[in-house]
């Protein structure tokens, strides 16, 4: 399976986890538009939290979703034909094509992987279909010796559609040249002789000093350095819950925003939007919640296990006590869920049927009765009044759904959607992507800074975050001779 229709390929491996593959990818993505191809990214099994819903209702890894935005393209399940979302206890929920098929422990999966392999292979060949350029993202580090007779996403897809390899190091971590030089090392014979570039990711500094260790280096691999990127902060949604540590909320508008970092945390590219505009804090249940101005519970993979270890922890005191006060606190999708009455649970979220008490800030209540998940992109109207959506009133708002159960929804806030309290101040939704929406962001922000005596302006960014990204790679890289790369025969 090589080259089909024409079709050309590049693959970017990375010398572990978190190296800047997924971001490596968009720009590529977007580059390669620019340059006049029809291209679409690829990652054969995907590990995150973070997911997006197709227009079809399938599921797929935000990157991927993100890649195609860079790439022009719309989202498809070809694109990540199998996810896998972490539940804990070595078992994941895994979902192929864009439908969930089950929770599986890590041997259970192990078992299946070249089923698996089988449907990757068949994804990438209908991509191939369509587009005559394919960017394949790799996943952790290219070289898990003790894992390549299971590894699916890196140096196997690449070899068996005959895609060329760019590697690449992350320099701010350390030890850049021996885990490259070590990553090669370590690679099947069959699959090394596939790696024909080197990308140092991530470099503070001047780039003039790494030059003897970048000689040294393509003289131990006979690999040439394609280029060095600096590192720089980006608007690109973060792939995983790996990136929540390295955080660093670059608004200035000074409003505190406390999100609550549940165990099970999922989507937390939701608010990124606001990262960019205040300042947002993750607030994990051994820490203190403060005096925040706005208080938003994520979503989360496993309500019901979050749910309880809220309940055990201070903050379940600390944001019962200041709701009510006009302080604003939102929850999305399982947030919305917690925020409710009740959650019971028939035995699809836990191991036996229960029934939990929420936080009680809602008058919605949610039961989970059966293994089926809501999937689909959605517009809903603004149909709840008060301080806060009372000033949009009647417009809409675009969001996706991700979720499993069913909430009663007494007073909703959009449409059928969610649920509002009798102030008005605290509002539950299932709509991910709710602060992509200027309105909605508007309405909530103007709202807090109003309660604090600040003036809030309307934040607009006419730049395009993927032509930024694209830009900041290209004068970096040697983009001539990657395409030389892909070119090649």
Same mark, same amino acid.
């Given at each position: 399976m090589s080259q089909n229709n024409g079709t050309r390929y590049i693959t970017i491996l990375g010398?572990?986890?978190?190296?800047?593959?997924?971001?490596?990818?968009?720009? #590529?993505?977007?580059?390669?538009?620019?340059?006049?191809?029809?291209?679409?990214?690829?990652?054969?099994?995907?590990?995150?939290? =973070?997911?997006?819903?197709?227009?079809?209702? @399938?599921?797929?890894?935000?990157?991927?979703?993100?890649?195609?935005?860079?790439?022009?393209?719309?989202?498809?399940?070809?694109?990540?034909?199998?996810?896998?979302?972490?539940?804990?206890?070595?078992?994941?929920?895994?979902?192929?094509?864009?439908?969930?098929?089950?929770?599986?422990?890590?041997?259970?999966?192990?078992?299946?992987?070249?089923?698996?392999?089988?449907?990757?292979?068949?994804?990438?060949?209908?991509?191939?279909?369509?587009?005559?350029?394919?960017?394949?993202?790799?996943?952790?580090?290219?070289?898990?010796? =003790?894992?390549?007779?299971?590894?699916?996403?890196?140096?196997r897809m690449a070899h068996a559609v005959g895609s060329p390899i760019i590697l690449v190091g992350d320099i701010e971590r350390g030890g850049v040249f021996a885990s490259i030089y070590g990553t090669i090392a370590l690679m099947p014979e069959g699959h090394k002789k596939l790696v024909k570039g080197i990308i140092i990711n991530k470099f503070r500094g001047e780039v003039s000093l790494l030059k003897s260790g970048i000689e040294e280096l393509e003289k131990l691999t006979g690999v040439p350095v394609l280029g060095v990127i600096p590192y720089r902060e980006l608007e690109i949604p973060s792939e995983d819950s790996v990136s929540i540590s390295d955080k660093k909320a670059s608004g200035s508008l000074d409003l505190d925003i406390a999100i609550i970092r549940f165990p099970f945390i999922s989507n937390f590219t939701d608010f990124e939007p606001l990262e960019r505009i205040a300042r947002v804090r993750y607030v994990s249940m051994n820490d203190k919640l403060g005096s925040p101005d706005i208080v938003i519970l994520p979503g989360?993979? =496993?309500?019901?296990?979050?749910?309880?270890?809220?309940?055990?922890?201070?903050?379940?005191?600390?944001?019962?006590?200041?709701?009510?006060?006009?302080?604003?606190?939102?929850?999305?999708?399982?947030?919305?869920?917690?925020?409710?009455?009740?959650?019971?649970?028939?035995g699809i979220e836990g191991d036996k049927e229960e029934s939990i008490e929420g936080l009680g800030l809602l008058p919605s209540s949610t039961v989970f009765d059966r293994y089926e998940k809501q999937t689909r992109q959605t517009v809903k109207m603004v149909t709840a009044g008060g301080p806060i959506l009372g000033a949009i009133n009647?417009?809409?708002?675009?969001?996706?759904?991700?979720?499993?159960?069913?909430?009663?929804?007494?007073?909703?806030?959009?449409?059928?959607?969610?649920?509002?309290?009798?102030?008005?101040?605290?509002?539950?939704?299932?709509?991910?992507?709710?602060?992509? =929406?200027?309105?909605?962001?508007?309405? #909530?922000?103007?709202?807090?800074?109003?309660? @604090?005596?600040?003036?809030?302006?309307?934040?607009?960014?006419?730049?395009?975050?993927?032509?930024?990204?694209?830009?900041?790679?290209?004068?970096?890289v040697d983009m001539d001779r990657v395409l030389e790369i892909i070119n090649e025969e």
């Open positions: 010398t572990q986890s978190h190296a800047g593959k997924s971001v490596l990818v968009t720009a #590529l993505c977007r580059i390669l538009k620019r340059r006049g191809y029809n291209v679409a990214p690829f990652k054969a099994q995907n590990m995150s939290l =973070n997911s997006w819903i197709t227009k079809d209702g @399938k599921e797929i890894g935000i990157a991927q979703a993100i890649q195609a935005f860079a790439a022009g393209v719309e989202p498809s399940a070809e694109m990540n034909p199998v996810l896998l979302k972490p539940k804990g206890d070595m078992t994941s929920q895994v979902i192929v094509m864009g439908e969930a098929i089950g929770d599986k422990r890590v041997g259970q999966y192990y078992s299946s992987i070249d089923d698996m392999m089988a449907v990757a292979k068949g994804a990438i060949e209908d991509l191939s279909q369509k587009y005559d350029m394919i960017v394949i993202e790799g996943a952790g580090g290219a070289a898990e010796i =003790n894992l390549y007779d299971r590894d699916i996403a890196n140096s989360s993979k =496993n309500t019901v296990s979050d749910l309880r270890s809220l309940g055990m922890s201070r903050l379940w005191d600390e944001i019962k006590a200041i709701s009510g006060s006009g302080t604003p606190i939102l929850g999305i999708c399982g947030g919305y869920q917690i925020m409710g009455q009740r959650v019971v649970d028939n009647g417009s809409n708002v675009r969001g996706y759904e991700i979720h499993m159960g069913m909430s009663t929804t007494p007073s909703p806030a959009f449409d059928d959607d969610g649920c509002v309290d009798d102030t008005g101040t605290m509002i539950g939704t299932y709509l991910h992507g709710i602060f992509d =929406n200027k309105n909605f962001r508007d309405a #909530l922000l103007c709202y807090a800074c109003r309660r @604090k005596g600040i003036p809030y302006e309307c934040a607009t960014n006419a730049t395009d975050p993927y032509d930024v990204l694209a830009d900041h790679v290209e004068s970096s």
